[in-house]
């Protein structure tokens, strides 16, 4: 998993890489692009970093974007942080990663439920015990995609304000 800027146009935009490792371990959300052929697809997904070299997404064990990862499973997820509107300056804030990398189905068992913990330790920390007995009640509705990061970059734009 290397940490990538150079090709990023605006270089005056560039986030530090520990900015970026906090955006993929906290951004609420994502959107996974991917290939279909000659037509892009794009989906918002929830997401989990494991803090080393993958991501992993939940979805029903059917579906598009199952069926696009079995063709071509070069991926990429574009992660969300802080945005913040400034109508006033016609422009916005914002925080973004982009992670590039390989998209893998069919996983183990026991590496799915890890994946299913991990979202649940994220997204509902406070629901912990009830989450795993969901896990294990929807487990045979549920398929999880690891996506093995290649690389990554992160950009982001703040606005000087006068102090």
């Known amino acids: 998993m290397k940490y990538i800027n150079d ?10 890489e ?14 996974l692009s991917l290939s279909d052929g000659d ?12 803090g080393k070299n993958s991501i992993y997404i939940h979805c029903a064990p059917e579906g598009r974007k199952l069926h696009v990862i079995e063709k071509n ?6 992660a969300i942080g802080r945005v913040h509107l400034l109508p006033h300056n016609f ?6 990663v982009v992670v590039f990398g390989e998209a893998h189905i069919h996983l183990p068992e026991e590496e799915r439920m890890d994946a299913l913990h991990l979202l649940i330790n994220k997204l509902s920390p406070d629901y912990k015990e009830i989450g795993d007995k969901y896990a294990h009640a929807s487990f045979h509705r549920t398929e999880i ?3 093995d990061i290649t690389e990554y ?4 734009k703040k606005v000087k304000t006068a102090d």
């Open 91 to 96: 422009t916005t804030e914002y925080e973004s």
């Open 153 to 156: 970059s992160g950009k982001c």
């Open 145 to 147: 995609i690891r996506i």
């Open 73 to 78: 499973p070069k991926v990429s997820l574009c």
């Open 39 to 50: 037509q892009p697809y794009g989906i918002p997904v929830n997401f989990i970093w494991d």
């Open 7 to 16: 090709t990023v146009r605006r270089q005056d935009r560039l986030m530090d």
């Open 18 to 31: 520990e900015r970026a490792r906090e955006i993929l371990k906290t951004a609420e959300y994502g959107v």
